[in-house]
């Protein structure tokens, strides 16, 4: 692990993660630490607060869906770490459910639906996300038709426990 990497994490710094990232957006394995990391981050904290970083965390997960959505392990950690950003803060709910950023999500769980259903699996709980208590994302969410891949990956998630998730994020998209 990247030692700059490694400190920002020890530290719990988010910021530092994010300039990482951008900085090695093209290097996928510079990328992946960095988003690893920053997941690792986000879980340990109970309310996520990023003040007027908060759109270059959306920007930055953005980033890494473009850069590398052929990569299903880097997938599903940023998705995760959507999820948890969004979970987490109404903020990040908010900058997180853009057309741009919801299309490249569902492109994200379209390009892996026959390899991965852990990015279906994540894909759905960052929908479940979005949507909670939020009409404007609902509508958002439903006007890209996001049902389809929801119905898609219905059928792709086989762990048992998982199996719920799309069905959950249909319940929030009030459905």
């Not at 965390?57 to 999820?83: F, N, Q, W």
């Not at 903020?91 to 852990?118: G, P, R, S, Y």
């Not at 959950?168 to 009030?174: E, H, R, W």
Request: aromatic residues 2%; hydrophobic residues 40%; negative net charge.
């Amino acid at each position: 692990m990247s030692s700059a990497i490694e400190a920002a994490e020890e530290k719990g710094d988010s910021l530092a993660l994010l300039i990482i990232i951008n900085c090695h957006a093209s290097n996928y394995e510079m990328c992946e630490e960095g988003v690893s990391a920053l997941y690792r981050v986000l879980s340990d904290k109970e309310v996520l607060d990023f003040g007027s970083s908060a759109p270059s965390m959306a920007d930055t997960l953005s980033l890494c869906l473009r850069k590398h959505i052929k990569e299903p392990e880097m997938m599903e950690v940023v998705l995760g770490c959507m999820r948890l950003c969004a979970s987490k803060s109404s903020t990040m709910q908010t900058l997180l459910c853009t057309e741009n950023i919801v299309e490249l999500i569902i492109q994200a769980m379209c390009t892996h639906i026959n390899d991965e259903e852990t990015v279906q699996e994540q894909g759905c709980l960052v929908i479940c996300e979005l949507a909670k208590n939020s009409d404007a994302n609902i509508h958002l969410l439903r006007s890209l038709h996001i049902v389809r891949v929801l119905d898609q990956a219905t059928g792709l998630i086989t762990n048992e426990r998982n199996k719920k998730y799309p069905g959950l994020a249909k319940t929030a998209l009030g459905l």
